[in-house]
């Protein structure tokens, strides 16, 4: 244990003088009581009586021990548990994110989905955000400036084509805290490429979209990295199964979710699915991403807690003495 204001522990010198000036006050009365009680006045004392007398003024005196304890504001070292890793906003920025089969839009939902989200996280997380079309880019680092989180989800807006697969990879890039490459293995499937990504087993990537993909990289490829990676992909689905048709350019585009691609990418990295950008959905998202819980040692101030015995003390003392013998002291 350690004190903010040590100094004050000199005010504990006055806990020995008034024991000793209780005791001087118990040899007064006992030699009162052996004069009264040679002339018959009062009974002599007896020995239980004699040792229960000493019990409330022994509480009381720890009961100013620890009020003076109190006075130099002790702390103690306290083990707190507390949830920390990585969580990555994935948006679809694609032109498909501007229909309104989801109020008032795809995109206007994303971000009012993922404002609630980052609301909803403690301090020690760190939050990302990244916005894919045809390419993906880091909008936000990792960091744990909600601030910052916000602004660059507020600054979204929807144009091009949609690649999931480069919305993964982007992700990882941010978790891992630099550029993840990826290319064509011998088989024609997307794999990993330079130095091994490593592994962030308390990291998770929250992917909003309506789940259309234009072009590649093959989604469920990258995928498959992520989970190498020990990252695990929750895909939001953004509009309905029967879709709306959206004007681009002059030109009427049909839109609508593609449910099973993105149960497919939650399914490879063992996440979860969520059909819609509710408060529900970002109840359940925030119960279900697994983050690591550690435990660290913070020095905490105990003072209100010390205080708290103090009081205890005090009226446990003054109680038993006032019940036994009608006095406090």
């Known amino acids: 244990m350690t004190f903010t204001w040590p100094w004050m522990l000199t005010a504990l010198l006055a806990v020995p003088l008034l024991g000793l000036g209780y005791q001087a006050l118990l040899r007064r009365r006992a030699s009162r009581r052996t004069a009264l009680a040679a002339l018959g006045l009062v009974a002599p004392a007896g020995v239980s009586a004699g040792r229960r007398r000493h019990v409330g003024p022994v509480l009381i005196l720890g009961a100013l021990t620890l009020m003076l304890l109190a006075l130099a504001r002790p702390e103690a070292t306290v083990a707190q548990p507390r949830r920390e890793g990585t969580v990555v906003l994935a948006f679809d920025t694609s032109g498909s994110m501007a229909a309104t089969d989801l109020a008032p839009s795809r995109m206007a939902a994303a971000q009012a989905a993922a404002r609630a989200f980052v609301d909803r996280q403690p301090a020690t997380v760190r939050i990302g955000v990244v916005a894919f079309g045809e390419s993906g880019l880091i909008t936000q680092q990792p960091t744990t400036d909600t601030s910052l989180v916000r602004a660059a989800i507020d600054r979204l807006a929807p144009q091009g084509g949609t690649s999931l697969g480069r919305g993964i990879q ?50 469920v490829q990258l995928a498959e990295i992520a989970a ?16 709306t048709v959206l004007e681009v350019e002059g030109y009427q585009v049909a839109t609508a979710l593609d449910e099973s691609l993105l149960r497919e990418v939650a399914t490879t990295t063992q996440a979860r699915y969520f059909a819609a950008a509710d ?10 991403i697994d983050l690591a819980w550690t435990v660290r040692a913070e020095q905490v101030e105990v003072t209100a807690l010390v205080a708290g015995g103090a009081a205890l003390l005090l009226l446990l003392g003054a109680g038993l003495s006032f019940l036994w013998f009608g006095r406090v002291i």
Request: net charge negative; glycine share 18%; hydrophobic share 35%.
């Open 228 to 243: 190498t990676a020990g990252v695990r992909i929750y895909p939001i689905g953004l509009g309905s199964p029967q879709g």
């Open 170 to 219: 982007t992700s990882l890039s941010a978790i891992a805290g630099r550029a993840v490459q990826v290319g064509q293995a011998g088989d024609g499937s997307v794999e990993a490429q330079g130095a091994d990504i490593g592994f962030f087993g308390s990291s998770a990537v929250v992917l909003l979209s309506d789940g259309e993909n234009t072009t590649g990289p093959d989604p």
């Open 279 to 288: 408060e529900q959905t970002l109840t359940d998202v925030y119960k279900s």
